[in-house]
């Protein structure tokens, strides 16, 4: 396949299990490590994904439909490491800024500002460049009269506003975006929408919706899924 | 050094997450960082006064205020460590499932916020020092390598306890026990100069033992330590803390499958 690839995945399979840790004896987990074979399905076990084949190159922007539980978020998971495949391979180039749960690691204690420190840097950004885009950040979040307050005292609106400000900001070559463009109101999303399509010449993008509508304003191609795989590769948008 | 190599790319965040954990928690607190000398100070009144005055016992030659500041304070750098790192993992659940960066940062930082309590709290000790007069003598140094044994063994321990509790949270029910168990493991307010070598040698099973005693020894008694011993203790604790590490990346893979 390509080589110049930034984010590849190769034949990959994702098990998960429906039972907690709890449920499983420790025996059953001892006699897995030896006599295991990962293409079996134990008991309470399902294939999160199957047979996943996903590349994309520089620039590229590719949105991922499908209905809950298709295995839209676990695909993000593993191309920011947060898991790894059962089996195939995952290849990533360059810096993932997983924009996975916008305003991740909030803490309520904290002021508007120091939030923007705490989750740029969780999201990959270093302090030099959070200090240098600050005002930027706090720009698109119309928050400026806010932004000193503890984000306990924030509406949900405000914490959505200021968590997807952070992430647009952020300065990885790839870029994941589960769901955050359902933004508070209106005319909040269309910016955030704009800046979205600003901003992907230079970026890869993969961003997963519920909103077929919204995605296909944005994206090159949409990968449909359905439970754990891929329905029709490469649905080319016109544009 | 593993650990410094992977740390060092995520070094802004470790910074960020220490900043963090020392402004929460003194935020909306009155007398916010002070908090960090009265636990090892009341703790060493209490205990004058059970020993001094209720029991009437005489653990040591010289002071009973400077001889139990001088054991609690490696002691609560330990037990605040392990109090803030074997739940750190689970308390940041949101961000496990959800984004990568090298997990040993949340029971690290914990352990750099214990550091700077220790460290304000050692300015203390100094004060109580010179109050008491105590005759410092050059072997006080030892206290570096000392504390460097102290916060390999405690960073070891709380690799593999924060990890374990990711799978089986009897880990963190456990805790309060283990900490209370393992304080009277150690020298902290007692000595083991008076024990008979059958239970010095039980004693010595535990590396807190070793350090305590020796940190004390080389403070107030202004004495040296004995090099084959801290050599002995060294390697253990060196052997134990790369166990520990090892298992940490080996099971960090499934962090966010298992949490």
Known sequence: MLSDAMVELKNVWKKYSIRDIFHRSLREDIAGIFRGNKDDLKEGEFWALKNINISLGRGECVGLYGPNGSGKTTILKLISSVTYPTKGKVTVKGRVAPLIAVGAGFHPDLTGRENIYMNGTIIGMTLKEIRERMDEIIEFSELEKFIDMSVKKYSSGMYLKLGFSIAIHSSAEILLIDEILAVSDESFQRKCIKKVKDIRSNKTMVIVSHNRALIEQIVDRIIFLEEGEIENLSHVINK | ?259
């Open chain 2, 1 to 259: 050094m593993q650990i410094a190599k992977r740390i060092y790319l995520y070094r802004d965040l470790f910074r960020v997450f220490v900043w963090r954990e020392f402004t929460i928690r003194y935020r909306q607190s009155i007398i916010g960082v002070l908090w960090a000398i009265i636990q090892p100070l009341s703790m060493m009144v209490l205990f004058t006064f059970i020993f001094s005055y209720v029991l009437k016992l005489k653990v040591a030659d010289y002071p009973h205020t400077v001889f139990f500041y001088s054991g609690l304070l490696p002691w609560i750098f330990f037990s605040s460590s392990l109090n803030y790192s074997i739940p750190s993992l689970t308390n940041h659940y949101d961000l496990i499932t959800k984004i990568y960066f090298p997990r040993e940062i949340l029971p690290l930082s914990g352990i750099s916020v214990a550091f700077i309590d220790y460290i304000i709290a050692s300015l203390i000790f100094a004060l109580i020092l010179l109050i008491y007069k105590i005759h410092i003598t050059w072997n006080v140094l030892w206290l570096i390598p000392l504390f460097a044994l102290l916060l390999f063994f405690t960073i070891a321990v709380s690799l593999l306890l924060s990890s374990v509790n990711v799978y089986y949270r009897d880990v963190k029910l456990a805790t309060g026990f283990l900490i209370q168990a393992w304080f009277f493991a150690s020298p902290v307010m007692y000595s083991i100069d008076q024990l008979n070598i059958k239970f010095k040698m039980i004693l010595f099973l535990n590396p807190l033992t070793f350090i305590i005693e020796n940190m004390r020894r080389c403070v107030l008694e202004g004495r040296s330590i004995v090099l084959w011993q801290f050599a002995f203790v060294g390697v253990i604790i060196t052997i134990f803390y790369f166990l520990s590490y090892k298992f940490f990346i080996k099971t960090e893979r499934d962090f966010a499958d298992v949490i």
